[in-house]
């Protein structure tokens, strides 16, 4: 009995000291429970005191592993374990909000001194530490991509050179731009970030092509163009073999514009007195053309340089655009037109001629004119021709109903003046404004307003026959 009892012991002990090993290793360097004090088996049932203390081992090994896992988000809050081994809480830390953990940059591992991560160079939107510098990056020649050729490689921005297609739909909102700013610099900026290639010549021909189609005043402007992009854009090779296209290229002009000869031997001769082309050019082609559009283009052109020596400035012979003519030069324009329409009483070629003048600012200065006209004028023929005139125009829409109301606005306003030098201007005067209405030239507001002469007698009934000494 005492044999077997000794033996029950020993191997209980054997056993009790693993389980306490185990649980030292599972804590990373416990310390192992000893000194238990362990009973001897009676009657095959163990002593209770030697199965409490095994319990309390196992209870603080537990305590400590929970204290040792939860140290990562419970550190700074004071947590130990006392002498016994039971957690004691210090001073706690108030909790944070979750917003505010998202937005700090300090570790949450419980290690390190709390800095901020990777040393205030982390984080969305930051490209390094504050205030360093990067230097330039040593080629590692071992790197199996190291490729010797591409280490004193320049780039650079390489721009495609225009084909026909890309060409047109690319110059040609330049120049119709061009048109409207006339701002040659700004032409020629353009042009110059464009990789145009051997389409250079190219840019002359289509700007005079689009200037056929033009007034008067765009054609000078392409002419000025020209003189502006030669020498720093295009050359005089580029000048020379662009017209030589054109002239290749007048039959097909000439059924779009009837007068495309015409107009490119002007441009021709105003290259040529411009020191585009040269005196030369010109003559290169005796006796060699057998086109007769071409033929007229440069004959057109000789003339021209021939009235140059007498005295004709062919640098004026587009004419400046209506924008830039004086006021004077304007109604001197439009009196002349509306003479010549008395005369001749081609309501079409007035309005063409009108259009021409390129003021459609300026028209209210047409209708003023053209009923002092009619107010200075002696019989029906003015009269009637006038309204029938401005009853086209405006039926046409080339005079707005705003130039036509401003137009009789200003005559109301001077019909005190022209009655000195036309003494039945009121009387007149009504009946045109009454006709115009009745014709829809004007509205019912703008024929109320019409001043009226009041009616003055210079005997009054009351005074006895007296003559008043105020005059009419």
């Not at 440069?298 to 209506?322: E, F, H, P, T």
């Amino acid at each position: 009995f005492e044999a077997r009892t000794q033996q029950t012991v020993s191997d209980f002990t054997a056993e009790d000291l693993s389980d306490s090993f185990a649980s030292g290793e599972e804590d990373n360097g416990g310390s192992v429970i000893a000194n238990k004090n362990i009973n001897n088996e009676i009657n095959g049932n163990w002593v209770s005191s030697s199965s409490n203390s095994i319990h309390e081992a196992r209870l603080k090994a537990k305590a400590k592993r929970r204290l040792r896992k939860n140290s990562s988000r419970d550190s700074g809050r004071g947590d130990s374990l006392s002498d016994n081994g039971d957690a004691v809480r210090g001073t706690t830390v108030a909790p944070t909000s979750p917003k505010s953990k998202l937005l700090d940059r300090k570790s949450r591992l419980g290690k390190g001194r709390g800095l901020p991560k990777k040393g205030g160079a982390g984080g969305k939107g930051v490209w390094g530490r504050s205030g360093e510098v990067y230097e330039p990056e040593q080629v590692d020649e071992k790197d199996p991509n190291y490729d010797e050729a591409q280490e004193n490689c320049v780039y650079e921005t390489v721009v495609p050179p225009l084909d026909e297609r890309d060409f047109e739909k690319t110059v040609t909102p330049i120049v119709q731009e061009y048109f409207e700013h006339a701002d040659t610099n700004e032409v020629a900026e353009l042009l110059a970030e464009l990789n145009l290639g051997p389409m250079k010549s190219e840019v002359p021909s289509l700007a005079v092509s689009l200037a056929l189609e033009a007034k008067a005043s765009q054609r000078e402007l392409t002419s000025r163009l020209l003189a502006d992009l030669c020498g720093s854009i295009l050359s005089r090779g580029d000048m020379e073999s662009s017209f030589d296209k054109l002239l290749q290229e007048l039959p097909d002009l000439v059924l779009d514009t009837p007068g495309a000869p015409q107009l490119v031997g002007q441009f021709i001769a105003r290259t040529v007195s411009d020191q585009i082309l040269s005196k030369s050019y010109i003559e290169g082609y005796k006796g060699r053309v057998d086109c007769e559009y071409a033929r007229a283009a440069l004959d057109r052109a000789a003339v021209l340089l021939k009235m140059n020596l007498g005295g004709l400035r062919i640098d004026n012979q587009w004419g400046s655009g209506g924008g830039q003519r004086p006021v004077t030069q304007l109604i001197k324009g439009m009196n002349l037109l509306l003479k010549e329409y008395i005369l001749s009483g081609d309501s079409k070629e007035a309005e063409r001629c009108l259009k021409d003048l390129e003021v459609p600012h300026f028209h209210h200065e047409f209708v003023y004119e053209a009923i002092v006209m009619v107010l200075e004028s002696k019989g029906e023929k003015t009269f009637k021709m006038v309204l029938q005139l401005l009853k086209s125009l405006s039926s046409s829409s080339v005079i707005t109903v705003d130039q036509m109301k401003r137009g009789y606005e200003r005559v109301y306003m001077d019909i005190a003046e022209i009655n000195i030098d036309v003494p039945r201007a009121y009387f007149i005067l009504e009946q045109t404004v009454d006709k115009s209405f009745s014709m829809g030239i004007i509205d019912v507001k703008l024929r109320d307003l019409c001043p009226c002469r009041g009616r003055k007698r210079f005997v009054s009934e009351g005074d006895g026959g007296v003559v008043k000494i105020e005059s009419y």
